[in-house]
């Protein structure tokens, strides 16, 4: 993954303003933390340290314990989404159909790799162990939307139209 993320934080005086007044509420109870970066989260999208260390700062905590909090439990990204989300499956099932493949199609198309998004927001990919539609192999989907039996082709096919139905 590319540490050097391409996107720029965007906090709102609004977004720290949420943030201080989740601080406030959780700074005293004990295990706080977790609600605090689980709103946080809620509240800008993702943890960049910005937030983190706005959240350390507030929470009055090492920015490593922070930090070490948001790695290690996999709800959190430290990395911004984008407006569309891409998930391409990687089970069994869709890897021996060729689900990398699609994946790698997908992160020339879009110049980013998995876990990253496109420095104009718009997309970000991530691939996912199974999504429970084996019978569909391979499977991706964007937004939620599943698109099955996919090849590397249609798989770049979809994404057009979703760049398409922004222009």
Do not use: W
Not at 6 to 13: D, Y
Not at 22 to 27: F, G, L, R, T
Not at 98 to 126: Q, R, V
Request: glycine share 10%.
């Amino acid at each position: 993954m590319n540490t050097n993320n391409q996107n720029s934080f965007k906090g709102t005086p609004k977004q720290e303003r949420e943030l201080k007044k989740v601080i406030e509420n959780h700074k005293t109870q004990p295990g706080g933390l977790m609600p605090v970066l689980q709103e946080a989260q809620a509240i800008y999208g993702y943890l960049p340290i910005e937030v983190q260390r706005m959240v350390a700062e507030g929470m009055n905590v090492p920015l490593s314990e922070v930090y070490g909090v948001a790695t290690f439990y996999s709800q959190f990204s430290l990395t911004p989404k984008g407006e569309h989300r891409i998930s391409v499956c990687l089970g069994t099932a869709c890897y021996v159909k060729g689900a990398d493949k699609i994946l790698a199609a997908i992160e020339e198309k879009l110049g980013i790799k998995s876990g990253e998004c496109t420095p104009d927001g718009m997309f970000s990919i991530e691939s996912c162990r199974c999504l429970g539609a084996c019978g569909l192999a391979p499977v991706m989907t964007v937004d939620g939307e599943v698109y099955g039996k996919c090849t590397p082709e249609s798989a770049v096919r979809i994404i057009e139209s979703y760049r398409n139905k922004e222009d």
